[in-house]
T-cell receptor, first 116, second 113 residues
Framework: AQKITQTQPGMFVQEKEAVTLDCTYDTSDQSYGLFWYKQPSSGEMIFLIYQGSYDEQNATEGRYSLNFQKARKSANLVISASQLGDSAMYFCAMRSRNSGNTPLVFGKGTRLSVIA | DTAVSQTPKYLVTQMGNDKSIKCEQNLGHDTMYWYKQDSKKFLKIMFSYNNKELIINETVPNRFSPKSPDKAHLNLHINSLELGDSAVYFC????????????FGPGTRLLVL
């Protein structure tokens, strides 16, 4: 079984500062993918970034980067130069890559608040 | 163009009623999913369908019955609604490529009174 743990229920960050949202995972699969999603107060789920278990480089997408440490089973999201619009719930998720249609397993989320 | 759409967006109903939520995707994806987000924001898979075939049913009460008339649609029918069914229900779809994201609909906020 797969499990995602996000230990920070809430985080505050000053505008323009960087922030790291923690995510650890547990799986017996050798091949898997890790995802981060943002859910603003409007409720939609917005895909941010993906990291494959065999990817050698950490994923980056604009101001988002994923600090992937496979041996520690962690996949932390780093947001650089925080903006007020980054205030939202952030979910770490994973899925097995053994099949193309496995569902996502989500963590409980971290609520990020960006302060002006 | 909306990639994954759900109707209705809001649903308020009485206990014991039967209701349906519709989902459509225009992305040509083979797999569709229903997730439930509870009041604590926890998201959990309920069902997934691949080319109209049920492939995952995560111990959801049989009051919940998904139906996929074609691979672009996955509807969710709920019988005898209970207070605990109040949640946000998300439909999602994906190609059969594990490294690709799933695309989520806007969610349906169900409130059972």
């Amino acid at each position: 079984a797969q499990k995602i743990t996000q230990t920070q229920p809430g985080m505050f960050v000053q505008e323009k500062e960087a922030v790291t949202l923690d995510c650890t995972y547990d799986t017996s699969d050798q091949s898997y993918g890790l995802f981060w999603y943002k859910q603003p107060s409007s409720g939609e789920m917005i895909f941010l970034i993906y990291q494959g278990s065999y990817d050698e480089q950490n994923a980056t997408e604009g101001r988002y980067s994923l600090n992937f440490q496979k041996a520690r089973k962690s996949a932390n999201l780093v947001i650089s130069a925080s903006q007020l619009g980054d205030s939202a719930m952030y979910f770490c998720a994973m899925r097995s890559r053994n099949s193309g249609n496995t569902p996502l397993v989500f963590g409980k989320g971290t609520r990020l608040s960006v302060i002006a | 163009d909306t990639a994954v759409s759900q109707t209705p967006k809001y649903l308020v109903t009485q206990m014991g009623n039967d209701k349906s939520i519709k989902c459509e995707q225009n992305l040509g994806h083979d797999t569709m999913y229903w997730y439930k987000q509870d009041s604590k924001k926890f998201l959990k898979i309920m069902f997934s369908y691949n080319n109209k075939e049920l492939i995952i049913n995560e111990t959801v009460p049989n009051r919940f019955s998904p139906k996929s008339p074609d691979k672009a649609h996955l509807n969710l029918h709920i019988n005898s609604l209970e207070l605990g069914d109040s949640a946000v229900y998300f439909c999602a779809s994906s190609r059969d490529i594990p490294q690709e994201t799933q695309y989520f609909g806007p969610g349906t906020r169900l409130l059972v009174l």
